[in-house]
């Protein structure tokens, strides 16, 4: 794709996408393009929808107001990405919004909002969450998009984790002192994963226990400092995605991050 | 310290902490206590400033517009902190100021800007950036503000570093592909490291260049996503403080949060 026409521009079209495909473009992708970015007849943009991989194509206008992507060729194949939850007592407005966006960077398969005792949000505005999602992740070059799940309170959401699914939560009091010693200890490398961040306020003493109850469950101690939710997240994140995910790449494995330089 | 009379509030203040000491308060920190916060005579807060510890304080009202603190027992003795630069291109305005708060919880002990040549912001506001430093540090309970240093161009920040000092930075092609074995094969545990993140835009082939030729520096790779500035800031110190950094506790060393329970 000759780089003078690529418009820096990823887009999620939930359409089948092979070469010489039609996508469509919703009523406010059309307008976001046209409008706000001012693109115009093929201008070139890379475009994914979860299952078929990356593609790069051409928007065609039909009209002023509609139009399309016409599909070319593919610059990423489909990959499966980390079985990574992340589970998360909900922040307000822009702090959720920057919680979801985290979660999409750092790799997250789901997220799960969870309500706990302390948890001072109203229930989550879910639609907002998943248009978050969706443009964290187009922006972040992941190929699918996270999956977003309606809040439940933190004993539903426990009951639901299937029990080979490691949970991680923090916990100032964790008996192992060093993290990365406790992620190792897991054995838990490539395995199904959830990462739970509790409320700013922390969770309650009943809360702790079951926790701490559950069956394949481990204690992350993060520092001497106190962090806050969306901190916490990232940082608890980095360190499971270096010690059990997806960072540590293998060997001879390109990274493919934008359109082929052909 | 009584727990009902705690306002929960964490103070930074300039001046000599001991017992039966009398601290001043600045004009704004006087309002802020007394009309937003609505505190009155005996409320009780903690402070530090940098070099006596955290002590716990009475708040006295000389007048309706203006107090000072009668210091009264301390609750935690001052500690040296991780010796730990935090560089950084430079953001706008919201994402700087978050860039700030998330260094200071990550335990950094200096923040540098740095301009980079695909630095998008203009030069850096020091004095809202050290503002949030402050604000940050009283909030996540650490006992000293991280220095905040003027902006400088790269290639003169990098001059500025000690050569013992380890510089570690992001890098999509770091030769070592799984962080933490980097971070462990550099042998750099409680040395003074310095963690380098670049402009959105990347380093540009010189600057690269510039970075892998400094001895004593170290390439981290941040996994297959990209990554935005403040995300990477925070993963890459959760990975270096866990590693090499001061997360890893001591055994049998208590941590003191808030006041004490008497």
């Known amino acids: 794709m000759a780089r003078y026409d690529f418009s820096g521009q990823r887009l999620f079209v939930d359409a089948p996408l092979a070469a010489g495909a039609r996508a469509e473009l919703t009523r406010e992708q059309f307008s976001y393009l046209t409008t706000v970015l001012r693109l115009g007849e093929g201008a070139r943009l890379l475009v994914f929808n979860g299952r078929d991989g990356e593609w790069e194509a051409r928007l065609t206008l039909a009209s002023r107001k509609s139009g399309g992507l016409a599909v070319e060729a593919r610059t990423r194949a489909q990959e499966g990405g980390a079985d990574l939850h992340l589970l998360f007592a909900p922040l307000k407005h822009a702090r959720l919004d920057y919680m979801a966006q985290k979660a999409v960077e750092m790799g997250a398969s789901r997220l ?64 192992v002192a060093d993290p990365c010693a406790a992620l190792d200890a897991s054995g838990a490398a490539g395995r199904p994963l959830a990462v739970l961040i509790g409320p700013e306020g922390g969770f309650d003493p009943a809360e702790r226990e079951m926790l701490i109850a559950r069956p394949n469950a481990l204690r992350l101690s993060l520092g001497p400092r106190i962090l806050r939710a969306d901190t916490a997240a990232v940082a608890a994140l980095a360190l499971v995605q270096a010690r059990l995910g997806d960072w540590p790449r293998r060997a001879g494995a390109a990274q493919r991050r934008g359109p082929s330089e052909a």
């Open 112 to 175: 799960a909002p969870v309500m706990t005792r302390r948890t001072q949000a109203a229930r989550v505005n879910l639609e907002r969450l998943r248009a978050n999602a969706v443009e964290a992740a187009e922006q972040c070059g992941v190929l699918t998009i996270p999956e977003v799940i309606a809040d439940q309170p933190l004993p539903a959401a426990l009951a639901a984790l299937a029990p080979e699914r490691l949970l991680i939560f923090c916990d100032e009091d964790a008996e």
